[in-house]
């Protein structure tokens, strides 16, 4: 690990939660150097939703660069970028009855969003963007301006400005009606709060705590957003390609979204690429406007146009998501039953919060330790989360959900003081 330590950045995270040095990972399992195996309750942070090194994708990866393939084209055309897009057509939108245009707007999830926002701007000539608490949306600074998490905004070193930040769903309570204070903002000229260019959230907010979107609540922000003329963006980044069962995580509640961000598993391999969805009438860049160097990853046009092959053909994989999320949640509560705790979540995202916030990193460390690999969210890590990889087996589920049980008991059995 010394090289590590001498050499890479402070700023450097995960591998302070997980310290081992991985050598090989297959499926939903990862393997050190040592030999010692790991049970991935964490994919990624939602990248791997088909896992690691899925046979299909690799061999499809291996043909193309055995074959000279382009690797590297800008926004040029190619044969895998052509057949990302019709695979991504045939299989994604049609079968939605969706019409988007397909942009590229560069290799991660915040170029997606960084895409949206600059479009939102010019379409409708307005510079505020609505966001809610405890969302996350990347870490360039038009993202982290959406971003709530202090810790994240602060090292941003600028003021983040051009984001009102509302109320998501229950975060003032459940009793709450958010929706009609967010409108008497909107109605009211003295409010202080300008007429946005659109509103952005996830249905699931993955990092800010596993904090789920009611049905009522997504819908009346839909029909609000379309009242007052303000686009409507979907980030779909970490919980989108299947992670709650559908393809998007937007389907069960029929919104349509104006934008859509995605990327994480959309590669469905770990590589990196991102796409912003947009509805063709706003489709008003001109060519140019928005570019990067790797907006164009072939090799990720490859694994993708796989990956929606293997997984999209029909709904075998969201009927195991269906299944396998009802085990997760079976598990968990019997957790929480015997703490002082709260479950959340939709599909494969979801989460403990206890009312003692070490309480969650404290299960992460242990849990390390007995071989499963699982992370926290929230505003203060008060959330144990769980996202395996999709495609994880019945019997790895289960031991990976008993090893978390064994962890809470280990962790809420010691001396308070030793809880950390």
């Known amino acids: 690990m010394e090289i590590f330590e001498r050499l890479e950045s402070n700023v450097r995270g995960y591998c302070r939660s997980f310290p081992t040095v991985f050598h090989t990972a297959k499926g939903a399992a990862l393997v050190n150097e040592n030999g010692d195996k790991y049970i991935d309750f964490f994919a990624g942070a939602g990248a791997l939703n088909y896992g690691h090194n899925p046979e299909v994708l690799k061999q499809k990866l291996i ?4 074959s000279d393939g382009v690797l590297h084209a800008l926004d040029m055309s190619t044969t895998a970028k052509r057949r990302f897009l019709e695979k991504f057509e045939e299989l994604i939108l049609q ?5 988007y245009k397909i942009m590229f707007p560069g290799p991660t999830g915040t170029n997606a969003v960084e895409a949206a926002l600059k479009l939102a701007r010019k379409v409708t000539g307005r510079h505020n963007i609505i966001s809610f608490t405890n969302g996350f949306h990347g870490m360039t600074l038009g993202s982290l301006a959406l971003t709530g998490n202090s810790g994240k905004r602060a090292g941003a070193g600028v003021p983040l400005n051009n984001v009102t930040h509302m109320p998501f769903c229950d975060y003032l309570g459940t009793e709450a009606d958010t929706i009609a204070a967010l409108e008497r903002f909107l109605e009211d000229s003295s409010s202080g709060v300008d007429l946005p260019a659109a509103f952005i959230l996830e249905t699931v907010q993955a990092e800010g705590g596993v904090n789920i979107g009611t049905r009522s609540w997504l ?21 989108g390609c299947g992670r709650t069962g559908p393809f998007f995580s937007f389907e069960p509640f029929d919104l349509k979204p104006d934008i859509i961000c995605l990327s994480k598993s959309l590669s469905g391999y770990g590589l990196p690429m991102a796409l912003t969805l947009v509805k063709p009438e706003l489709d008003i860049f001109e060519p140019g ?15 993708a146009a796989a990956a929606l092959e293997q997984f999209w053909q029909d709904d075998s994989l969201t009927r195991k998501v269906n299944r396998n999320a009802r085990q997760v949640r079976d598990a968990l509560l019997d ?15 979801q989460g403990i919060e ?15 330790k007995r071989g499963l690999i699982i992370e926290t969210a929230g505003p203060n890590d008060e959330v144990i989360k769980t996202l395996p990889p999709l495609t994880i087996s019945d019997e790895q589920l ?17 001396e308070p003081e030793l809880v950390s």
Do not use: C
């Open 63 to 66: 043909e193309y660069l055995t």
């Open 95 to 99: 079968p939605r009855n969706m019409d």
């Open 219 to 239: 819908q009346a922000l839909s029909d609000l957003a379309r009242r007052y003329n303000v686009l409507l963006i979907i980030d779909d980044i970490q919980v």
């Open 289 to 303: 406007e928005h570019n990067g160097t790797f907006r164009g990853h072939n090799a990720a046009f490859v694994t």
């Open 335 to 349: 957790i929480a039953a015997n703490h002082d705790a709260e479950v959340r979540g939709r599909g494969m995202i």
């Open 354 to 368: 206890f009312a003692d916030a070490s309480i969650a990193s404290a299960i992460s460390q242990e849990a390390f």
């Open 398 to 414: 289960s031991r990976g959900l008993q090893i978390l049980a064994e962890s809470t008991i280990a962790v809420t059995t010691k």
